[in-house]
């Protein structure tokens, strides 16, 4: 299947790339990081498991009603729902337990129903941002973001549903990010009187 790929600087490299310790979600209305966007992945992936869902809750309902004795009619019920929990429910919870989460100042990645993780990076620490595309997300005006510090890949965000508009906003973070990180380390050069000995 054909695939396209964008890149797009996200600011310059360079910066500090070292570990930054993990911060809690922000709060809407924080004074110092505001939420920009929550995600999920492209819904279309739920089409095929609703399909799927409807037909054996309808065919369960037929068996049941056809059945002969009680007996029957409980078996093809608690199949039925045993069915529609493996190919509808539990694909519906891994989807939306899939957030992205995107602030101000990083970006959060959150998936898992009975188990969770998360990752999480600062903006300052981006400098790529690629746009992938198959022939199908092309289609349906979506994609996958990938976030790289120089050519390693370090974050990626799936099947995201309007993913230029995403990669934009990104990319405006990131720069944004960027630029307020190095005016702060080039302030006190610009500070220094002749006559002050060199920073260390």
């Given at each position: 299947m054909a695939s396209g790929t964008r890149r797009s600087d996200a600011a310059p490299s360079g910066r500090h790339t070292g570990s930054t310790p993990p911060i809690d979600t922000p709060q809407p209305g924080s004074a110092t990081e505001q939420t920009v966007a929550r995600l999920h992945p492209s819904a279309r992936r739920l089409v095929v498991p609703s399909i799927a869902s409807i037909a054996v809750s309808g065919a369960a309902v037929y068996s049941a009603a056809s059945a002969s004795d009680t007996l029957h009619r409980l078996a093809f019920a608690g199949g039925g729902l045993i069915a529609i929990l493996g190919i509808g429910v539990i694909p519906f919870l891994l989807w939306a337990s899939r957030v992205y989460l995107i602030t101000t100042r990083r970006i959060v990645a959150r998936k898992g129903v009975f188990t969770r993780e998360r990752?999480?990076?600062?903006?300052?620490?981006a400098n790529l941002l690629e746009l992938r595309q198959s022939a199908l997300q092309r289609m349906a005006g979506t994609g996958d973001l990938v976030i790289l510090q120089g050519e390693r890949e370090v974050f990626?965000?799936?099947?995201?549903?309007?993913?230029g508009l995403v990669e934009e906003a990104l990319r405006d973070l990131m720069e944004h990010s960027s630029g307020s990180t190095y005016a702060r380390t080039r302030q006190p050069e610009a500070t220094r009187r002749a006559f002050d000995p060199p920073a260390r």
């Open positions: 990752r999480e990076l600062p903006h300052s620490r990626r965000l799936l099947d995201l549903p309007g993913a």
